[in-house]
């Protein structure tokens, strides 16, 4: 054989093989969305078949007779608000405390750091306890807030390592020009922040949107809570209706899948950065 | 004389005037930092704060009086038969998926990177199962272990491997390498996104040189691309690290702890006593242990494999 035939023979085998390991990761999520067409009696006779007819009416028993509408109003409402809330505190904080290096900011760095090593089941219970002292259990605005918190050490940390990148004389120059902090921070600074802002929406986007403990926990029994919540109670209540089930995830399956292909490059720069950061 | 005088004014002018900006500043930061510093003390720190109080209580999560027991807690978990288990499933289940998800992630790295067709799809296919939730990937992979109904046994049948027909879920013998395995299909295509930024930081001239040389595949890559990929792999280490030590949703749906106990880790059986079995303060002392094993295993991390970084 020339180099040039073993070459070509070792990539078609390395396709091959590639695409073997892809169907095994896309089975899964195929599957799923495939059985959210079939009826409880055609999933349990024979799961690996191609549903016969299209059928809908677990899509529609869902949105019409139970919880789910709100909980994915819950969801959306909860990733929003969060998401806003803290694309406008973190910044602001990693911006001051990068340029005004002084004693007590950079004693407040290490104090948000030292966040990211407490996991949530940590303090989990005491927080549930705090939640019903300040009035916060049963609202949105309890899981809103304990998002935010819970973001401002890696947040931070990014934020800090990306303004150290911007040169100070672009600020400088607008202070010179009349331009107060507020002015420079909000129409100078956060656009050039940009990219890091767009990581961190996609990230800690999906992270609270898939989210099941702390909304689990703090959202009160009896009341739409959100999606994923939902889902797992289903698995509960329904656990003889599998097409019940299947439709619910699809559901859920299929928002991440749109917005990933949409901002799929943000995804991955996200992860890159967030790991080199990190 | 005169002009010195002048000069001296006019730098006086200009400290006065430069500590006044100073001190605008310095307003200007404590408003920047204040929201984050005070939802975080209160939605962070107060609670962790808190835990550390409830770990030496007996508090059951409802009642108004909370009992103060010092160690008793600590002691109970101690000579725990049931957290001991637990403490061995973490063992396991971290040591596992750290060492699997990790190879089947540079494996899948060197594929798309080499693979000359449809690269990017084959990235997104292996990446995508990571953005789903735990519940739901969890229960997508329970409805294809099922024993009576699911896909896996089907293929199996009709492959003509009926014989190896198990309860995946069920039988205390193959529910924790289920979760591992599936946990690895979920986890692994994150940590590819890394290594491949890895990948593609190692100079195409190395390998061109090394196969000059007469080094073959698997030389170079034990000695080019392993050795470069030790940055990535740090990184790589201690997030699966950390993620599995927390691993909680995928139980939750698959197994809930069982068959038994086979599957209860550390992070699910705070949850379960705590608000299962109401017994918080003893929750909250697991959930101490927890914290200090996730600290202690993360700085002892960074710092062995720090050391074999090797920098270009």
């Known amino acids: 054989m020339t180099m040039q035939t073993r070459k070509r023979v070792g990539q078609i085998a390395l396709f091959i093989v590639t695409l073997l390991v892809a169907i095994i990761f896309f089975f899964p999520i195929f599957f799923n969305l495939m059985s959210a067409f079939k009826s409880n009696a055609e999933i349990m006779k024979d799961a690996i078949a191609f549903p016969k007819t299209l059928y809908l009416d677990s899509f529609k028993y869902l949105l019409t007779e139970t919880e789910f509408p709100r909980a994915i109003l819950n969801s959306l409402i909860l990733t929003a608000v969060s998401i806003a809330a803290q694309v406008l505190i973190i910044p602001m904080a990693g911006y001051a405390i990068e340029r005004r290096n002084a004693r007590w900011t950079r004693f407040i760095f290490v104090y948000f750091l030292a966040g990211m090593m407490i996991p949530f089941q940590a303090y989990m219970i005491p927080l549930f306890k705090e939640l019903r002292m300040l009035g916060l259990y049963g609202s949105l605005a309890g899981p809103i807030l304990i998002y935010v918190a819970g973001a401002v050490g890696f947040g931070c940390l990014l934020y800090t390592s990306f303004v150290k990148g911007i040169p100070r004389e672009i600020e400088e120059a607008a202070e010179i020009d009349g331009c107060s902090r507020y002015a420079i921070f909000w129409k100078i600074v956060f656009p050039l922040l940009g990219p890091v802002t767009a990581s961190m929406v996609v990230l800690n986007g999906l992270g609270i949107w898939n989210d099941f403990l702390m909304p689990m926990l703090v959202l009160p029994s009896g009341q739409a809570k959100t999606m994923v919540v939902e889902i797992y109670r289903y698995i509960g209540e329904f656990s003889s209706r599998w097409d019940m089930i299947f439709a619910g995830t699809a559901m859920s399956v299929v928002p991440v899948l749109i917005v990933f292909i949409a901002l799929q490059k943000y995804f991955v720069k996200g992860i890159a950065s967030g790991a080199t950061k990190g | ?312």
């Not at chain 2, 953005?131 to 739901?136: A, E």
């Not at chain 2, 205390?172 to 979920?186: N, Q």
Request: charged letters at 15%.
């Open chain 2, 1 to 312: 004389m005169a002009t010195s005088a002048v000069n001296a004014d006019k730098s006086l002018i200009g400290t006065v005037q430069q500590k006044k900006k100073r001190k605008k500043w310095q307003s200007y930061a404590l408003l920047f930092i204040l929201p984050s510093f005070i939802l975080y003390t209160l939605f962070v720190i107060v609670p962790t704060v808190g835990s550390v109080y409830l770990s030496f209580t007996s508090w059951d999560g409802i009642s108004e009086n909370v009992r103060y027991i010092g160690f008793a807690n600590f002691v109970e978990i101690w000579n725990s038969p049931r957290v001991h288990n637990a403490l061995k499933n973490t063992m396991i289940m971290t040591i596992s998926l750290v060492v699997l998800e990790n190879i089947a992630a540079i494996a899948m790295a060197m594929m798309v990177d080499k693979v000359r067709w449809f690269r990017n799809l084959f990235r997104s296919v292996f990446y995508f199962p990571t953005l789903l939730s735990g519940i739901v990937m969890g229960f997508v992979w329970a409805m294809i272990l099922n024993y009576n109904f699911g896909v896996f046994n089907q293929i199996l049948e009709s492959v003509g491997l009926g014989s190896w027909i198990v309860d995946w879920l069920g039988n205390p013998k193959y529910a924790m390498l289920s979760i591992i395995l599936s946990t690895v299909w979920k986890g692994a295509g994150y940590y590819m996104i890394i290594y491949l930024a890895g990948l593609q930081g190692i100079p195409q001239e190395l390998n061109e040189a090394a196969s000059i040389d007469g080094a073959g595949g698997w030389q170079q890559f034990r000695h080019i691309t392993f050795p470069l990929l030790a940055g990535s792999m740090t990184v790589c280490m201690v997030l699966s690290m950390i993620s599995a030590l927390k691993i909680f949703d995928q139980i939750a749906v698959m197994t809930d702890g069982g068959p038994g106990f086979e599957t209860e880790t550390l992070t699910y059986i705070i949850y379960k006593v705590g608000f299962g079995e109401l017994r918080q303060g003893f929750g909250t002392a697991l959930a101490m242990v927890l914290f200090l094993i996730i600290l202690i295993i993360t700085v002892f991390q960074v710092k062995v494999l720090q050391k074999r970084e090797v920098q270009l």
